[in-house]
């Protein structure tokens, strides 16, 4: 059994870690009855957001939390989300990021900006 703010953490560390911009967590458990946590975070390619789908599945694993969706990354994809339960993990590229503003649609979440030497 996991904890779900623990599991959020560690995956955005993660992804800061593996260079993702703008990582972020909001914690969504006063506002939505269906997950607890969205952790957010911007790929700068195709390619970056396939190693960073591996760095999540890899997490979500040694968590022992089970992705309720099994996402496919392709050449042209603009955003991938990990349904891990209490965990939702989105990662977009900057487009999609900006067009989307999941931060400003969750506007009263708190939040949690993890450091990182990625994108901004």
Known sequence: MFDSKSLALTVAGILAEHKAGDVVVL?????AEWTDYFVIGTC????????LSRAVEEAA?????????TPMVTEDQSWLLYDLGDVVVHLM???????YELE???FT???????????S
């Open 104 to 106: 400003k649609l969750w």
């Open 61 to 69: 694993q040694e968590q022992n939390a089970e992705s309720l969706n």
């Open 44 to 51: 700068s390619s195709s390619v970056h957001m396939r190693g």
């Open 93 to 99: 590229n900057k487009e999609a990021r900006e067009f």
């Open 27 to 31: 914690d969504l458990k006063a506002l």
């Open 109 to 119: 979440a708190p939040e949690i900006r993890i450091g990182s030497a990625g994108l």
